[in-house]
C-alpha cells in the first residue's frame, strides 16, 4: 500500500511538473529556431541566439484566434502586463488578428517569449507560432560613411559620404491622428516614482488626460539609438525606478492661448522601438537597441504608465496640448541629424471645464490660432527668461550674477531672506508661487546638485509641496536662568532637508542646531535682534524621520518683548525630496517669567517656575533687603483667587498648591515697600 501511494506521489508530481512547465518566465521552456505549438495562452519559452542577427517570432497564417507576442530580456524582477511594458519587442495584430516581431538579438542573451491572446480570445486553446532567424545585417559598416550602420556585419558596398547628396536621414513625426482619437479622461492615485519622475505634479488623486504617441520615421534613413548603458550619452538613468530613459525622446507640453508654457511638462522615453512598420520598412529595433527604422514607427499607448498630462492644478479654459518628438533636435547615435524640424509635433486644441463639484472635464476646440515661440517658431523651444527676453540670459535664482547656479546662490537666498534683503521678483520666485522662502533656496540647491536632463530640477518654475507629509514644531524646553528656547521637531514620516519659521516674544540673538550632527550637521542662519531662523543643509544632510518630538535647534535671547513667547509662523519646511510639507505648530507658548504689568522692579524680583504649571507653583523672590511681601492671585477676568503675607528673608521661595485652579492664565502680584511686580502664569493640567 505504502509503495502504492509512493508511485501515485511520484507520479503526480511528474504530471504536474510537466503541466506546469511554460506557465512562467520562470520555468520556460526552452527553444531553438523552429515551429511550436504553445498548449495555451500566456505560456512562455526561453531563446539564448547562437549568432548575431535578425529574428522574426510569429503567429501569422498558423492560429485563427487573436494572439500578442512579447520578448522580456529579463525575469527576475519581471510583472507582466497586458501591454509593452518591459518587453524588448511586442506585437498585437501585424497580420490581421495574428501578430509578429521582428528585431537584432544578441548572442549569448537569454530572451523569454511570451505567447499570448488578446482579451482571452483564444479560450485556452493552442496557438501555433515559429521562432525564425533571418540572418545577418548587411550594409555599410565604415563608421566614416554618412549611411554607416552600426548593426550591420556584413558590409555590402553601399557606403556612401558626406556631401553626397544620397546621403540618407531619418525624419521623425508625430502622427496627429492617433493623439487626437485617444484623448479621454482619467484619474491616477500618485506615487512616490510618479511625482519624482515628472508624470505627476503632486501627490494623491489627480486628474489626468490620457492619449497616445505614435511617432513614425519618414526619412529614408534608420532613427539609431542604440543599447542603453552609461557610456551612451542619449540615456539618464537618474530617476526612480533606476531604469535609462532616452533623453529626447519626446515631450509633453501645454500652453494657454498667449502662448505661455503651463508647468506641468513631461518628457518620456523609457524605451523606443519598431512596433509598426506601415511604411514600408523592416522591424528591427526594440528596447534592448533602441531606434525606429524608417519606413516604422513607435507607439506609446494612451494606456500606458506615464501617457498623459497632469491637469489637476490647471484652470479652466482653453489649452494647445502639444506631443515633441526629439523636442531638442539632437542627432542619433550615429550623428545623423533629421531632415526637417517642421513636423516633429503634433497638437490639439482642448476646452477644460469643472462642474459644481470641480471634476473636471475637456472637449476638443476647433480652429485655435497655433502657438509660436518668442521667434515666431510654431510650437518652437524658444522661451524668454525670467526678465522676459526672448532666448535671454538671465538665470532664476542667480544670487551672484555669475550666469550659473551652485550652492553659493542657495545660501545667498536665505542670508537675503534673513536680512530682509531679498527681491521679490519672478527671477528669485523659484516655483511660481508668489513667495520667496527656504523652499526656493533648496529648489537652487536641488539644481546645482541634481541637474540631468529628464525632468530636470533646474527647469524653472518647479516645485512641489507634498500634502501627505506634515512637519510639526512645538517649544520643547527653556532655560530662562541661560536665556534660551528649545525647539522640537515632528517628522513622522519624511528626513527633512531645510527649514523656517519665526517666533514671537524674543529678539533672537544667536542659534545652535540640536539636530544630530551625524545626520543633519548645519548652521542656523538668523538675523540679530530679528525674529526669524533658517535652518538648511547645502550637502543634502537629512533629518532623520520622528514619530515624536525631537530636538531641532536652540534659540538664545537678551530681549523678551511680549507676555508670551510662541512659534509665530512656520514659512515652509522642505523634505529630502526638495518638496515643501504641509505645516503645523504644536504645543504652547510659554509665559514669561520676566513679563509682568509694570515695569521690571530691580527692588522686588520674581521668577515662577514651572510656566505653565499643573499643581504645584514655585516662587522664587529676590528684594533688595528682608520684609514682608503682600501677594494675591488674579485670574483672567481680575477677580481675586488667593492672597498670602510672606514675612522672610530677601532669598527665599515659596510653593503654592493650585490643583484646585482651573486652567487658564492668571497673574501673580507680588506688593513690596520698595515697590510692585505682577507676572503672568499659566495652569494646564
Not at 11 to 37: D, E, K, R
Not at 175 to 185: D, G, I
Not at 497 to 502: C, K
Request: proline share 4%.
Amino acid at each position: 500500500m505504502r509503495r502504492t501511494v509512493l508511485l501515485f506521489l511520484m507520479l503526480f508530481s511528474a504530471a504536474y511538473g510537466a503541466m506546469a512547465q511554460g506557465t512562467s518566465c520562470s520555468n520556460a521552456t526552452p527553444v531553438t529556431p523552429g515551429s511550436y505549438t504553445a498548449p495555451q495562452p500566456n505560456s512562455w519559452y526561453t531563446f539564448v541566439p547562437t549568432q548575431p542577427g535578425i529574428y522574426r517570432i510569429y503567429t501569422c497564417q498558423q492560429s485563427s484566434c487573436d494572439t500578442k507576442i512579447y520578448v522580456y530580456d529579463y525575469c527576475v524582477g519581471l510583472n507582466p502586463t497586458e501591454n509593452n511594458l518591459a518587453t524588448v519587442l511586442y506585437n498585437d495584430d501585424a497580420c490581421s488578428l495574428q501578430s509578429e516581431v521582428q528585431g537584432i538579438l544578441q548572442p549569448g542573451t537569454t530572451y523569454y517569449i511570451r505567447i499570448d491572446d488578446y482579451n482571452n480570445q483564444c479560450n485556452g486553446q493552442t496557438i501555433n507560432w515559429t521562432l525564425q532567424y533571418i540572418g545577418q545585417i548587411s550594409g555599410c559598416t565604415d563608421p566614416n560613411a554618412c549611411n554607416y550602420n552600426p548593426e550591420a556585419t556584413i558590409d555590402n558596398g553601399s557606403c556612401v559620404y558626406a556631401p553626397s547628396p544620397l546621403c540618407p536621414t531619418p525624419d521623425l513625426t508625430v502622427v496627429q491622428s492617433a493623439m487626437e482619437s485617444s484623448l479621454s479622461m482619467d484619474t491616477r492615485n500618485a506615487d512616490q516614482c510618479s511625482v519624482e519622475e515628472g508624470c505627476l505634479n503632486g501627490y494623491g488623486l489627480r486628474d489626468i488626460i490620457r492619449f497616445t504617441t505614435h511617432i513614425k520615421n519618414v526619412g529614408n534613413a534608420d532613427y539609431y539609438i542604440g543599447q542603453a548603458n552609461p557610456s551612451n550619452p542619449q540615456f539618464d538613468y537618474v530617476n526612480c525606478h533606476q531604469h535609462a530613459h532616452y533623453v529626447g525622446y519626446a515631450k509633453y507640453e501645454l500652453y494657454d492661448l498667449n502662448g505661455n508654457e503651463i508647468p506641468i511638462g513631461f518628457k518620456n522615453g523609457f524605451c523606443v522601438m519598431d512596433l509598426e512598420c506601415s511604411g514600408g520598412g523592416s522591424s528591427q529595433y526594440g528596447c534592448g537597441n533602441m531606434g525606429i527604422s524608417h519606413g516604422c514607427g513607435d507607439i506609446y499607448g494612451a494606456g500606458l504608465d506615464c501617457q498623459w498630462v497632469d491637469i489637476t492644478d490647471v484652470d479652466t479654459g482653453t489649452y494647445h496640448l502639444v506631443v515633441k518628438v526629439n523636442w531638442d533636435h539632437s542627432p542619433d547615435y550615429t550623428g545623423k541629424y533629421e531632415t526637417t524640424y517642421d513636423n516633429n509635433f503634433a497638437s490639439v486644441c482642448i476646452r477644460l471645464a469643472r462642474d459644481a463639484q470641480g471634476i473636471p472635464s475637456f472637449s476638443l476646440v476647433q480652429g485655435c490660432t497655433p502657438v509660436v515661440d518668442c521667434m515666431g517658431v510654431q510650437f518652437g523651444n524658444a522661451q524668454t527668461d525670467c526678465n522676459g527676453v526672448c532666448n535671454g540670459t538671465a538665470v532664476r535664482g542667480d544670487m551672484n550674477s555669475d550666469l550659473a547656479l551652485d550652492q553659493s546662490d542657495a545660501s545667498l537666498y536665505n542670508q537675503n531672506l534673513i536680512s530682509g534683503n531679498l527681491q521679490q521678483v519672478i527671477c528669485n520666485d523659484m516655483d511660481a508661487d508668489g513667495t520667496w522662502t527656504v523652499h526656493d533656496a533648496a529648489l537652487i540647491n536641488n539644481c546645482s546638485l541634481n541637474e540631468h536632463p529628464i525632468n530636470n530640477p533646474c527647469d524653472w518654475p518647479f516645485g512641489i509641496t507634498n500634502n501627505q507629509q506634515t512637519s510639526e514644531l512645538s517649544i520643547i524646553g527653556y532655560n530662562w536662568n541661560q536665556q534660551y528656547i528649545d525647539i522640537g521637531i515632528k517628522n513622522a514620516t519624511h528626513s527633512v532637508l531645510a527649514y523656517q519659521f519665526r517666533v514671537s516674544g524674543i529678539e533672537i540673538q544667536s542659534a545652535q542646531n540640536l539636530a544630530n550632527p551625524l545626520q543633519y550637521n548645519i548652521t542656523p542662519q538668523f538675523q540679530v535682534n530679528g525674529t526669524e531662523v533658517i535652518g538648511m543643509s547645502y550637502q543634502e544632510m537629512k533629518l532623520d524621520t520622528s514619530a515624536v518630538l525631537q530636538p531641532l535647534v536652540r534659540l538664545f535671547f537678551n530681549n523678551i518683548t511680549a507676555e508670551q513667547i510662541c512659534i509665530d509662523t512656520i514659512v515652509d519646511i522642505v523634505n529630502s525630496k526638495y518638496e515643501a510639507t504641509l505645516k503645523n505648530i504644536t504645543g504652547n507658548c510659554l509665559i514669561s517669567p520676566y513679563a509682568s504689568v509694570t515695569e521690571y522692579n530691580k527692588a522686588l524680583q520674581a521668577e515662577i517656575f514651572p510656566n505653565p504649571a499643573s499643581d504645584l507653583l514655585n516662587i522664587k523672590v529676590s528684594a533688595v533687603q528682608a520684609g514682608e511681601i503682600r501677594m494675591r492671585i488674579l485670574d483672567v477676568s481680575g477677580r481675586v483667587v488667593r492672597t498670602a503675607v510672606w514675612n522672610g528673608s530677601a532669598e527665599h521661595t515659596e510653593t503654592l498648591n493650585i490643583q484646585s485652579f482651573a486652567d487658564g492664565l492668571y497673574t501673580l502680584e507680588l506688593d513690596f515697600d520698595g515697590g510692585k511686580v505682577a507676572k503672568k502664569f499659566l495652569v494646564k493640567k
